[in-house]
C-alpha cells in the first residue's frame, strides 16, 4: 500500500478508536445501533482468513523450494514462539509478585459468575489438534491449525512434483495477490469498523462510568497486566531492533494499522489479514511472514500466556494461597501450554486458563473474579499477541535471509 494512503488510514483509525470510545462512554447502551457495522467489519475479515490462510501458506512453503529450508524456517519459528513465550510468562510472573493484585480481594462479592464449560485439554489433546480427519470441515470450523498443517505438507508434496507441480503453485499465487487485494480494500473500512467495534463494546459493558468502575474495582490486577504487556512489547522492540536488525518506529508505523485492528476486534485470528498486509508494507521477506504469521495467530500468544499466568497469580493470591516457586514453574508449563491451545478468537484464553488452574490445584471458578475486565484486557493482550507475530517474521525472516545468501 502507498505510504501517503497507509498514513491518512492509520489517522482515520486513531480517530476512530478514540471517537469509538469516547461515543461509548457518553451514550452507552444506545451505541448498540452502530454494533452491526463492527459486526460487518468483523465478518468481512473473517471472510478472507481461510483462503488468504491456504494461500499464503502454500506460496510460503513452495517459494522455499528446497524442503531442508522449511525445517531451517519451522526450526527458527517455533524457538522463537517458545522463547517469546516464555518471556512472557516469567514478566507476568514476576509482575505478579511484585503488585500482589489479589491479597486482600474480597472473594464474596465477586464469585457469581460460572465457569466457562471446557472439559480437560492436555498436551495429547493440542497434538490431537493439528489434524482433522476432514479439511473441509475444519475450514468450515475455521480450525485453522489443521488448515496450515494440511496447506504445509501439501505445498511440501507439491515441491517434490518439479514441473508438474508448477501450475497448481502459480494458481496458488494469483489466489494469494488476489486475497491481498481484498484486504486493501477491506482495510478502507477499517476506520468505521474499529469505530462501531470500540462504541458498542463500551456501550455494553454500561457506558463509561460502570467501565471505569469495573477497571477501578480490578485496578491492581488489570495495572499488572497492562504493566506486564508493556514490558513485553518493549521486550519484543527490542529482539526487532537486535535480531531482526529494524527500526523500531518505522516497523510500529507500518504494524500500526493491524495492531488497532487486533485492539478492537480482540481476535488475533481476525486480524490476520491486517497483519500480513503490514509486515508486507514492513518489507519483510515473502517466505517468512507467509509462513510464520498464519502459525503464529494460532499457537504464538505472547500476551495470552502473560495474562494467564498474572490472573492464575492473582486468583490463587486472592484465596490467599501462596505458590511457591515449583508452582510457579508449573504455571510457567501449563501457561505456555495454554496460550498455544487458545484459539485467536475473543476471550479463548479465559477458556483454556482452565489448564492452568488445575494444574495448580485452584478452583475454576476463581475466572468469576476476574470476568468483568476481561473483555478491555482481552484486547490488550491481543494486541500483544499480533505485535509478538509480527516482530517473529521479521526476525526469522532475517536469520533464514542471511543462511539464504550463503547456502
Ligand atoms: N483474544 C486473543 C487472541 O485472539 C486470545 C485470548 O483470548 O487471549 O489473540
Not at 495492531?259 to 481476535?267: D, K, N, Q, V, W
Request: contains cysteine; proline residues 3%; charged residues 10%.
Amino acid at each position: 500500500m502507498k505510504t501517503a494512503m497507509e498514513n491518512r488510514l492509520l489517522l482515520l483509525m486513531l480517530v476512530g478508536i478514540v471517537a469509538g470510545g469516547v461515543s461509548g462512554y457518553v451514550w452507552g447502551e444506545s451505541m448498540q445501533s452502530v454494533a452491526w457495522l463492527g459486526e460487518l467489519f468483523l465478518t468481512t475479515l473473517k471472510m478472507l482468513i481461510v483462503p488468504l490462510v491456504a494461500a499464503s501458506v502454500i506460496t510460503g512453503v513452495a517459494g522455499l523450494g528446497d524442503v531442508r529450508k522449511l525445517g531451517r524456517m519451522g526450526g527458527y519459528s517455533v524457538a522463537y514462539y517458545a522463547c517469546t513465550t516464555f518471556l512472557a510468562v516469567s514478566i507476568g510472573l514476576v509482575m505478579a509478585n511484585l503488585w500482589q493484585p489479589g491479597v486482600g480481594v474480597s472473594l464474596s462479592d465477586n464469585l457469581t459468575a460460572p465457569t466457562p464449560g471446557v472439559g480437560d485439554v492436555g498436551l495429547t489433546d493440542l497434538v490431537l489438534s493439528l489434524v482433522n480427519p476432514n479439511i473441509i470441515a475444519a475450514a468450515a470450523d475455521m480450525k485453522l491449525l489443521p488448515i496450515i498443517v494440511f496447506c504445509i505438507a501439501f505445498a511440501a508434496a507439491l515441491s517434490t512434483l518439479g514441473e508438474r507441480g508448477q501450475p497448481v503453485v502459480r494458481f496458488f499465487e494469483g489466489l494469494n495477490e488476489a486475497m491481498m487485494k481484498l484486504v486493501e480494500w477491506v482495510m478502507v473500512f477499517a476506520p468505521i469498523g474499529v469505530f462501531a467495534l470500540i462504541a458498542s463494546k463500551l456501550g455494553a459493558a454500561g457506558g463509561g462510568d460502570a467501565f471505569f468502575a469495573q477497571l477501578a474495582g480490578l485496578a491492581k490486577y488489570a495495572l499488572a497486566v497492562i504493566s506486564g504487556l508493556l514490558t513485553h512489547a518493549l521486550a519484543l522492540s527490542l529482539i526487532l531492533l537486535l535480531l531482526a536488525r529494524r527500526s523500531i518506529m518505522e516497523y510500529l508505523k507500518h504494524m500500526a494499522a493491524a495492531l488497532m485492528t487486533a485492539f478492537s476486534t480482540a481476535s488475533s485470528s481476525a486480524t490476520l489479514p491486517m497483519t500480513l498486509e503490514g509486515v508486507k508494507n514492513a518489507g519483510v521477506p515473502e517466505n517468512s511472514r507467509r509462513f510464520v504469521l498464519p502459525l503464529g495467530a494460532t499457537i504464538n500468544m505472547d500476551g495470552t500466556a502473560l495474562y494467564e499466568a498474572v490472573a492464575v497469580l492473582f486468583i490463587a493470591q486472592a484465596y490467599a494461597l501462596d505458590l511457591g516457586f515449583g508452582q510457579q514453574m508449573v504455571v510457567l508449563l501449563t501457561a505456555t501450554m495454554a496460550a498455544i491451545g487458545a484459539a485467536g478468537i475473543p476471550e479463548a484464553g479465559l477458556v483454556t486458563m482452565v489448564i492452568v488452574l488445575e494444574a495448580v490445584g485452584l478452583p475454576l471458578e476463581g475466572i468469576g473474579l476476574i470476568l468483568a475486565i476481561d473483555w478491555f484486557l482481552d484486547r490488550c493482550r491481543t494486541t500483544i499477541n499480533v505485535y509478538g507475530d509480527s516482530v517473529g517474521a521479521a526476525v526469522v525472516g532475517r536469520l533464514t535471509g542471511n543462511r539464504h545468501f550463503s547456502d
